[in-house]
């Protein structure tokens, strides 16, 4: 406050350093007044201000020159949401800031998970305005990112944020009893077929079940096979008529074969059966129209179990089989495909006392051995899953506990079934692979299961990899409840498809569970 009673007026003055020309803001007559409140002013520059005070015999004095801190704070940054996708667009919605300064939202778009070659696709000065649809075609991935600045400049980015116009949902089938599903495939139609057991349907104790669905998971029909004791369907494949082949165990104790027309209803069954357990694991349907299943057989060969390999005419009847003995208690083929040749590739365990190895088995067209090759370590190791790869070789997941905790296992062989490579995925806890497939990029697809990610006991886990087993994305599906993934395909779309059972959903206790992601795995909310 000026002291004198000669006070005359204040002079406000501001310039953008304090040796620069100042320039008047604003008279102020009373000499109470000792403060001044300026909106308009960039905070990213210093303001420099003095005070000149005035008597009134037009004497005047200018005080020490004071500036304002620089704040360089950015926009507060929106989030978008995730993103719709309905009648072939992408709704993209995202949070409204509702900073004073603010002046403009920027929305981009890019193929590239980084944002890389982003394009400008929507900008807009309205700070309501939070909402922007853009058309999509199908089997679509983009990302986007919206920038918001502030009539300063400075800007912010928010999340980025995926849409997808793939197919994707997740579907629970059953009841109050134990379900479980075990393999499945995509039919020519579109949709998918599922092959399992369960407890809740069907004419007592667990039969087998299978599940026909459309593209969207949609059950189309189911049919239940067995009677009043313990029958379960393992594997599935759509025929060539357009019917379905299921291979599994009728009574507990026999090999079950089963035709189907293409809704579901029975043409044929054949059992295999000896005095003792047999089981079949793998079905596929051969050149020659006829099918190849492979299982474990503890009535023939020279052990408690031993690996069974059938091959069967069109109609079932059994042209001839073989069977496997690793010289030990506990042989089990679990996987079998025809190879390029006309030969068999088989895996699955044999036991070299006291552990497990991975075993894999490749024939003739006539069942005759032409080589086996094993995997593993000190400890428990088996193998779920095999297909021929594009070079000729073959790839095998499973699991191994040979080399720390229980980890899924990948292993690539060539022709010959030396290893080429082999990768481990897992953590600390329990983690496996029960089924695999090459992908149309040259890489592969694994379904299995996993206790040391995810949310809860056991997750379902799928894992893509490039071509040399290289993990490029991995993705866990479950809840609190155990849930478990046995059977993947890639579909024509570019997604995956995979079933098992969950815990965590559904109707009760184990439903099955059918869920289809994207390219990069990725499904519908649950």
């Not at 020659?288 to 390999?309: K, M, Q, V």
């Not at 390029?340 to 699955?348: E, F, P, R, S, V």
């Not at 379902?460 to 046995?486: A, H, R, V």
């Amino acid at each position: 406050i000026y002291p004198d009673e000669d006070f005359s007026f204040y002079l406000l003055l501001t310039s953008e350093s304090d040796d620069g020309l100042f320039t008047m803001v604003d008279t102020v007559s009373d000499a109470n007044t000792t403060s001044y409140s300026i909106n308009e002013f960039n905070p990213l520059i210093e303001n420099w201000f003095r005070v000149r005070v005035t008597n009134n015999l037009g004497l005047s004095e200018i005080g020490n020159g004071m500036t304002n801190e620089i704040e360089n704070i950015p926009p507060t940054p929106s989030d978008i949401y995730s993103i719709i996708y309905e009648n072939g667009s992408f709704i993209i919605t995202w949070s409204q800031n509702n900073d004073d300064d603010f002046q403009s939202y920027t929305l981009y778009e890019s193929t590239s998970e980084d944002m890389s070659s982003e394009t400008l696709i929507f900008e807009t000065d309205e700070r309501t305005d939070t909402t922007y649809v853009t058309g999509i075609g199908e089997d679509e991935i983009r990302y986007y990112q919206v920038v918001i600045e502030d009539v300063w400049g400075l800007q912010t980015v928010s999340n980025i944020e995926f849409g997808s116009s793939y197919i994707k949902f997740e579907k629970t089938f059953g009841g109050s009893g134990e379900d479980y599903g075990r393999s499945v495939q995509q039919t020519t139609d579109g949709g998918y077929i599922i092959t399992g057991f369960t407890t809740s349907y069907g004419n007592g104790g667990a039969d087998a079940w299978l599940i026909k669905t459309n593209s969207n998971g949609d059950e189309e029909w189911n049919q239940t096979f067995g009677g009043n004791y313990l029958d379960k369907g393992w594997s599935v494949q759509q025929t060539t008529d357009g019917g379905y082949i299921i291979t599994g165990q009728v009574d507990w104790y026999d090999m079950w074969l089963i035709k189907t027309n293409s809704q579901g209803t029975e043409e044929w069954n054949q059992t295999f059966e000896g005095s003792d357990t047999d089981d079949g694991y793998s079905v596929q349907q051969t050149t020659d129209g006829g099918y190849i299943i492979t299982g474990r057989t503890e009535s023939y060969g020279n052990g408690d179990y031993d690996i069974w390999l059938i091959k069967t005419y069109s109609n079932g009847d059994e042209e001839w089989n073989q069977t496997f003995d690793g010289g030990s208690n506990y042989d089990y083929g679990y996987s079998v495909q025809q190879t390029d040749d006309g030969g068999y590739i088989i895996t699955g365990r044999t036991n070299p006392y006291p552990d497990y190895d991975v075993w894999l088995i490749k024939t003739d067209s006539n069942g005759n051995e032409e080589w086996n090759q094993t995997f593993g370590g000190s400890s428990f190791d088996e193998g779920h899953s095999v297909q021929q790869t594009t070079d000729g070789g073959y790839i095998i997941t499973g699991y191994t506990y040979s080399f720390g905790s229980t980890d899924a296992w990948l292993i690539k062989t060539d022709s010959n079934g030396n290893e080429e490579w082999n990768q481990t995925f897992g953590g600390s806890w329990g983690d496996n692979g029960r089924s695999v497939q090459q992908t149309i990029d040259g890489g592969f697809i694994i379904i299995g299961n996993t206790a040391s990610y995810g949310n809860g006991d056991y997750d379902i886990w799928l894992i893509k990899t490039d071509l040399e087993g290289n993990e490029e994305w991995n993705q866990t599906f479950g809840g609190s409840g155990e849930d478990y993934g046995y059977s993947v395909q890639q579909t024509t779309d570019g997604g995956y498809i995979i079933t098992g059972y969950t815990l965590s959903y559904g109707n009760g206790s184990r439903d099955i569970w059918l869920i289809k992601t994207d390219s990069e795995g990725n499904t519908a909310p649950y």
